[in-house]
């Protein structure tokens, strides 16, 4: 009985807090409510077969047996692969698309009207007939339902005007809209770390989802979400913290956990999304070694606000819902420690180019620039890298500027593109079309690299077991909570 009692204070949410939890999907899908859930995936044998090949060529970065692999040529040496998902009887299957076969979503056709619905195309040649890199090119059609830009847009918007009302210091509201105090102390037990301003954000997210809330803390703690600012600043200061619940997930999801902890210092990342200007309005920072990801940002009103030389600016905010135009430089800064030698790669820089109408998006995203690389460390604690560069030719931070030489100069110039567009159909359907391009370099000691990484990044066979069967009880409890609110909607 004693065990029931959480469970039956998180599905005791008031009308009021359910509206006021569930407004961002609102706007995202203007009251019709996501599209049905799929509870598996299918392929048939050729297919199945083809992509673990595929998969395996990839896993060891090995660009020329992946070309060999594509079935089909095309004039100028090109060699491609095509295939289609979409939703049937509650699987999503997946099948390689025969050569003379349409392979295209398009928002008003058989393919691309409903939520799910895919296309891709992937082509493959050498860059240059005499030489080694590979240019790699691929083509997709992602069909989003009604789900479109601009209500993508107003969700986010509405999500930060939601934890923007649940600070300490913002308006009163009627008690109806706010989580019960049970509610408080049990979102304080599940997550100990969060402070008194932190509460109230993710209490009325446990009582609006209340079994989505359970499953993900099956595996996931909030550490963070809010600054308590004394000041009573024009703004409110987030910084949300996620991380693995490592000791509690090891009974449910051991698997998961122990691929998630054998990756230790593997990757740490940071990135920081920019205003024209070059201002950072929000960062990103995530970390194999800790298991959390952190998001910062400094928000107003449901909009993110510049930080100039440690001064928020808070009358120059970025509005989501009207800026249809920008262009912006977002700085990436990665390192790798793969056995003890670690690679620093920083000032990597996108270039993005975004425009937007009412019923539309574009936006161009690129990498021209070559990032600062160093290399460092001692393999295993014992042998430095200056030791390895004596039986390799060159050495390994020439080779991984190389990398990122060729990945930012190749491609006739043009570095990595990507292009990404939305269309919208008669129908109300959308469709989210990206494409892009850029070269490869090709060697035994980047495909070495790529293999040993590979042993921590890639989880095994009963971790990806694991991560689908947590995947679909998602699903399920998401879908669950979902019923409950269109049933207060009525």
Not at 113 to 126: E, I, M, T
Not at 140 to 151: D, F, K, L
Not at 309 to 338: I, M
């Amino acid at each position: 009985m004693l065990v029931l009692v959480p469970v039956a204070i998180a599905l005791a949410a008031t009308a009021g807090v359910r509206a006021r939890a569930w407004a961002p999907l609102v706007k995202l899908t203007a009251g019709s409510g996501p599209d049905a859930p799929l509870y598996g995936l299918t392929a048939d044998e050729p297919t199945r077969a083809f992509f673990l090949s595929v998969l395996e060529k990839l896993e060891a970065f090995d660009l020329q047996a992946l070309y060999e692999t594509l079935p089909e040529e095309e004039d100028g040496g090109w060699r491609r692969v095509r295939f289609t998902g979409r939703s049937e009887s509650g699987k999503y299957e997946v099948r390689k698309a025969a050569p003379k076969d349409a392979c295209a979503c398009d928002p008003d056709g058989s393919l691309g009207s409903r939520f799910g619905d895919l296309a891709v195309a992937f082509r493959s040649r050498r860059a240059k007939e005499d030489g080694d890199n590979f240019l790699a090119s691929i083509r997709a059609g992602i069909g989003t339902g009604s789900v479109s830009w601009p209500r993508l847009l107003a969700a986010i918007a509405e999500t930060i005007r939601l934890v923007e009302s649940t600070a300490p210091l913002a308006p009163k509201l009627d008690a109806a809209l706010r989580p019960a105090p049970a509610s408080l102390d049990e979102v304080k037990k599940d997550n100990p770390r969060l402070g008194a301003e932190d509460l109230e954000a993710l209490a009325l997210f446990r009582e609006a989802y209340p079994r989505f809330y359970d499953h993900l803390r099956e595996l996931y703690q909030v550490d963070d979400i809010l600054v308590y600012d004394p000041d009573e600043e024009p703004y409110k200061q987030i910084h949300l913290v996620i991380s693995v619940r490592r000791e509690a997930a090891k009974e449910k999801h051991p698997a998961i956990v122990e691929w998630l902890t054998g990756m230790g210092p593997l990757i740490t990342g940071r990135v920081d999304f920019t205003d024209e200007k070059g201002r950072t309005c929000a960062t990103i920072r995530f970390s194999t070694k800790d298991l959390a990801l952190t998001i910062d940002a400094f928000v107003a009103g449901g909009k993110l606000l510049p930080v100039e030389s440690g001064h928020v600016l808070a009358n120059e905010g970025v509005d989501f819902e009207e800026t249809l135009s920008a262009k912006r430089r977002d700085r990436w800064t990665l390192d790798f420690d793969v056995n003890g030698i670690v690679t620093e790669v920083h000032d990597l820089v996108f270039k993005v180019d975004y425009e937007r109408t009412q019923d539309s998006m574009t936006a161009k995203i690129v990498l021209d620039e070559e990032p600062k690389v160093r290399v460092h460390g001692s393999a295993y604690g014992v042998i430095p890298t200056w030791a390895i560069d004596v039986f390799i030719p060159g050495n390994m931070e020439e080779i991984t500027r190389s990398f990122f030489r060729v990945l930012a100069k190749g491609n006739d110039g043009k570095g990595l593109v990507l292009e990404v567009a939305e269309r919208g159909g008669k129908n109300g359907s959308n469709v989210l079309e990206v494409s892009g391009q850029h070269e490869s370099l090709n060697n035994f000691l980047v495909r070495l690299g790529f293999k040993i990484s590979r042993r921590k990044l890639i989880p095994p066979e009963d971790a990806v077991n694991d991560i689908a069967d947590y995947l679909r009880k998602g699903h399920e409890a998401f879908a669950k909570d979902l019923a409950d609110f269109s049933a207060d909607s009525k």
